[in-house]
Nanobody, 123 residues
Framework: QVQLVESGGRLVQAGDSLRLSCAAT????????AGWFRQAPGKEREFVAAISWSGTSTRYSDLVKGRFTISRDNVLNTVSLQMNTLKPEDTAIYYC????????????????WGQGTQVTVSS
């Protein structure tokens, strides 16, 4: 069993940077792929980034590639999403998720989910 809690979301201006964190409980978390998804109002949830259990492999959505960086610390059981050069279209609720397999970019492939943290980017 893995429980996930996101933090770090807030209102920022376009061009700003923001770092989201996801704290995981459950000693098996270090064996899981971790991912970030987001959902904007009126839109479907979409894949943002994923990182393998070891942290050696990552995947990104084309929408965020080059601006966002996913990382993890398997000692602290955390996953982070560094977001740079934020745009108004990045406004969404951001969710942390985990699954056993790699690579996974579809939300239905993820077993455990956090409650989400709101990121709002003003223009």
């Amino acid at each position: 069993q893995v429980q996930l809690v996101e933090s770090g979301g807030r209102l920022v201006q376009a061009g700003d940077s923001l770092r989201l964190s996801c704290a995981a409980t459950g000693r098996s978390f270090k064996s899981y792929t971790a991912g970030w998804f987001r959902q904007a109002p009126g839109k479907e949830r979409e894949f943002v980034a994923a990182i393998s259990w070891s942290g050696t492999s990552t995947r990104y959505s084309d929408l965020v590639k080059g601006r966002f960086t996913i990382s993890r610390d398997n000692v602290l059981n955390t996953v982070s999403l560094q977001m740079n050069t934020l745009k108004p279209e990045d406004t969404a609720i951001y969710y942390c998720a985990s699954t056993l397999d790699w690579p996974q970019t579809k939300d239905y492939e993820y077993r455990y989910w956090g409650q989400g943290t709101q990121v709002t980017v003003s223009s």
